[in-house]
């Protein structure tokens, strides 16, 4: 068995100091993409799940994912990157569904839309732009831990995702936590409609 | 190489030297088979996990571990977790129960909501949950994990817990619900059931393969015609805290390496379906806890890279040594982070981040 063994890593335990130290260089997207550094949003010392439930602009998400039982995994190793309904999202998406998906009948539910909203890995702000300007104008693609993709484009300034059929908007400020990242968006990304 | 105490907000020194010979590969050394094999059609045999683990001895082994994982996608049969001596078939022994729900949405649940109840108790418990969670964070930092990156080039050593799209259905009526009139339900509850639009009947669209309905913690797959010709336990319906694990349904054990590198401590025996890594009770069988949510995607090396990382997704504490570059890509997926021919889009090296 071929195994060649490397070199230094930081612990787990060095992910914020890590990252408020700037360990985040940047990447490039793909080969061609240019290497420049653009400051990271600073991490802190809270997993997504503190910092979901922290996020005063969340609060719906957030008692979501607790009906959905995802505490362990918002709060574990991960990473993971959440693309997170605000509550005005949730407001528009109906009160009435976003207090279903609270409660015990309609867990399942939550959790499909919560998988629906977490893509593998930590996936900052700046590292979405970055893939879109190597992109040079298509689409990028993220799978998530359900079994659909969101797909990201500019529109502008901003940056807009779709999945099936769904669309929102880039809204408000990353926060990057120790075990992946949050983006605010506003609407949720699955679709609603009754099957036919 | 396991010696090593984390402590919050301690980078670790690096290493540079080269590898200690110990450890080939983190096979999946609980994993002896698996279970849910009834579930498969022609399954049948052992799987073999082939490694195991000697935890705290520092020596592990366990070259074929990742055989444990694949052979669990094809074969049926029994299978043990390491910390449950029950196979998957005896786990359900006096559970039967288990699956009962359909027809009433309630039912499906059994004693599964005790302790969250609804949305207000959801504010409620908050201080207890984070209380609790304060206390798992602990406990996993302070396991004993080497996280240090290790380069692998053998495609072998590579252990996986693999997605595959057919698993999960379980055909035919679950317990308590005999067939009937050619199905599990009287024709016209079935087209009934068939008739039902809810606004989240596309949540689960990925399942192609017919029509598809929610009803009482499951997925009811339905034929044209209104019958009912399978079902899906889902995650937070039947497979839910203090539930059984449903009969026939198919599951891999998750193997050391998930176990370390997720930080899950011993108290549970794990398993894995249909992308999501539950906590059981070793003893009992029941479900405790949803701990992890995998992708499953296929990276193996000298293959294409799975559609949908079209986004660098490094975990922070690895940027500084897996950076894109013009003559390579680097993408996270499921514990480990792959290096990736930006031309070819081949895989060329696998990175696991723990030894």
Same mark, same amino acid.
């Given at each position: 068995m071929a195994l060649i063994r490397l070199v230094l890593m930081a612990s787990i335990a060095a992910l914020p100091l890590a990252a408020c130290g700037g360990a985040d260089k940047g990447n490039t997207g793909t080969a061609n993409a240019s290497n420049e550094a653009a400051a990271a949003a600073p991490a802190s010392n809270q997993t997504l799940a503190a910092a979901l439930h922290d996020d005063g602009d969340l609060d719906t998400l957030d008692d979501v994912a607790r009906n959905a039982g995802l505490e362990d995994v918002l709060g574990g190793v991960g990473p993971y990157t959440l693309f997170a309904p605000n509550d005005a999202a949730f407001t528009a998406f109906g009160e009435d569904r976003a207090n279903a998906l609270k409660g015990a009948a309609m867990r399942p539910q939550a959790i499909a839309l919560l998988r629906s909203h977490i893509v593998p890995g930590m996936i900052t702000r700046r590292d979405l732009e970055a893939a879109l300007a190597n992109a040079n104008g298509r689409q990028v693609t993220m799978r998530t831990m359900g079994q659909g993709s969101l797909t990201f484009a500019r529109d502008g300034d901003a940056i807009v995702v779709t999945s099936e059929g769904a669309r929102a908007r880039l809204v408000g400020d990353e926060a990057v936590a120790t075990n992946g990242a949050i983006h605010p968006i506003d609407a949720p990304l699955i679709a609603t409609e009754p099957a036919a | 190489m396991r010696s090593m105490y984390l402590a919050l907000g301690a980078a670790v020194a690096a290493l540079a030297s080269p590898v200690l010979a110990q450890g080939h590969g983190h096979g999946g050394g609980g994993g002896q088979g698996h279970g849910g094999g009834q579930a498969q059609a022609g399954g049948g045999g052992h799987g073999r996990g082939g490694g195991h683990?000697?935890?705290?001895?520092?020596?592990?082994?366990?070259?074929?571990?990742?055989?444990?994982?694949?052979?669990?996608?094809?074969?049926?049969?029994?299978?043990?977790?390491?910390?449950?001596?029950?196979?998957? !078939?005896?786990?359900?022994?006096?559970?039967?129960?288990?699956?009962?729900?359909?027809?009433?949405?309630?039912?499906?649940?059994?004693?599964?909501?005790?302790?969250? !109840?609804?949305?207000?108790?959801?504010?409620?418990?908050?201080?207890?949950?984070?209380?609790?969670?304060?206390?798992?964070?602990?406990?996993?930092?302070?396991?004993?994990?080497?996280?240090?990156?290790?380069?692998?080039?053998?495609?072998?050593?590579?252990?996986?817990?693999?997605?595959?799209?057919?698993?999960?259905?379980?055909?035919?009526?679950?317990?308590?619900?005999?067939?009937?009139?050619?199905?599990?339900?009287?024709?016209?509850?079935?087209?009934? &059931?068939?008739?039902?639009?809810?606004?989240?009947?596309?949540?689960?669209?990925?399942?192609?393969?017919?029509?598809?309905?929610?009803? !009482?913690?499951?997925?009811?797959? &339905?034929?044209?015609?209104?019958?009912?010709? !399978?079902?899906?336990?889902?995650?937070?319906?039947?497979?839910?805290?203090?539930?059984?694990?449903?009969?026939?349904?198919?599951?891999?054990?998750?193997?050391?390496?998930?176990?370390?590198?997720?930080?899950?401590?011993?108290?549970?025996?794990?398993?894995?379906?249909?992308?999501?890594?539950?906590?059981?009770?070793?003893?009992?069988?029941?479900?405790?806890?949803?701990?992890?949510?995998?992708?499953?995607?296929?990276?193996?090396?000298?293959?294409?890279?799975?559609?949908?990382?079209?986004?660098?997704?490094?975990?922070?504490?690895?940027?500084?040594?897996?950076?894109?570059?013009?003559?390579?890509?680097?993408?996270?997926?499921?514990?480990?982070?792959?290096?990736?021919?930006?031309?070819?889009?081949?895989?060329?090296?696998?990175?696991?981040?723990?030894?």
């Amino acid at each position: 068995m071929a195994l060649i063994r490397l070199v230094l890593m930081a612990s787990i335990a060095a992910l914020p100091l890590a990252a408020c130290g700037g360990a985040d260089k940047g990447n490039t997207g793909t080969a061609n993409a240019s290497n420049e550094a653009a400051a990271a949003a600073p991490a802190s010392n809270q997993t997504l799940a503190a910092a979901l439930h922290d996020d005063g602009d969340l609060d719906t998400l957030d008692d979501v994912a607790r009906n959905a039982g995802l505490e362990d995994v918002l709060g574990g190793v991960g990473p993971y990157t959440l693309f997170a309904p605000n509550d005005a999202a949730f407001t528009a998406f109906g009160e009435d569904r976003a207090n279903a998906l609270k409660g015990a009948a309609m867990r399942p539910q939550a959790i499909a839309l919560l998988r629906s909203h977490i893509v593998p890995g930590m996936i900052t702000r700046r590292d979405l732009e970055a893939a879109l300007a190597n992109a040079n104008g298509r689409q990028v693609t993220m799978r998530t831990m359900g079994q659909g993709s969101l797909t990201f484009a500019r529109d502008g300034d901003a940056i807009v995702v779709t999945s099936e059929g769904a669309r929102a908007r880039l809204v408000g400020d990353e926060a990057v936590a120790t075990n992946g990242a949050i983006h605010p968006i506003d609407a949720p990304l699955i679709a609603t409609e009754p099957a036919a | 190489m396991r010696s090593m105490y984390l402590a919050l907000g301690a980078a670790v020194a690096a290493l540079a030297s080269p590898v200690l010979a110990q450890g080939h590969g983190h096979g999946g050394g609980g994993g002896q088979g698996h279970g849910g094999g009834q579930a498969q059609a022609g399954g049948g045999g052992h799987g073999r996990g082939g490694g195991h683990s000697e935890r705290g001895g520092g020596a592990r082994h366990g070259g074929q571990g990742s055989q444990g994982a694949a052979q669990a996608e094809r074969g049926g049969g029994h299978g043990r977790d390491r910390t449950s001596s029950a196979g998957h !078939g005896n786990a359900d022994r006096g559970h039967g129960n288990s699956d009962r729900g359909h027809g009433n949405s309630d039912r499906g649940h059994g004693n599964a909501d005790r302790g969250h !109840g609804n949305a207000d108790r959801v504010h409620a418990d908050r201080g207890h949950i984070d209380n609790r969670h304060a206390q798992q964070l602990a406990d996993r930092s302070n396991r004993r994990v080497d996280r240090r990156a290790v380069v692998v080039t053998d495609r072998g050593s590579i252990v996986r817990l693999r997605y595959d799209p057919g698993r999960g259905l379980i055909q035919g009526c679950p317990p308590g619900l005999a067939r009937k009139h050619n199905g599990c339900l009287p024709p016209g509850q079935a087209r009934r &059931l068939a008739a039902q639009h809810n606004w989240y009947d596309r949540y689960w669209s990925y399942r192609r393969d017919g029509i598809y309905r929610y009803d !009482g913690g499951y997925l009811w797959r &339905l034929r044209s015609n209104g019958v009912v010709s !399978g079902f899906v336990p889902l995650a937070g319906g039947a497979l839910w805290a203090g539930n059984p694990w449903p009969a026939r349904y198919a599951y891999d054990p998750v193997p050391d390496y998930y176990r370390d590198y997720f930080g899950y401590r011993d108290r549970y025996s794990y398993r894995y379906a249909d992308g999501v890594i539950y906590g059981l009770d070793p003893q009992t069988q029941t479900i405790r806890t949803i701990s992890g949510l995998v992708t499953g995607d296929n990276w193996g090396i000298g293959s294409r890279m799975p559609a949908g990382y079209d986004v660098y997704n490094v975990p922070y504490a690895y940027r500084d040594s897996y950076r894109d570059t013009p003559s390579s890509l680097y993408r996270y997926s499921d514990g480990y982070v792959y290096q990736v021919d930006p031309t070819t889009q081949l895989i060329q090296t696998a990175i696991q981040l723990i030894t």
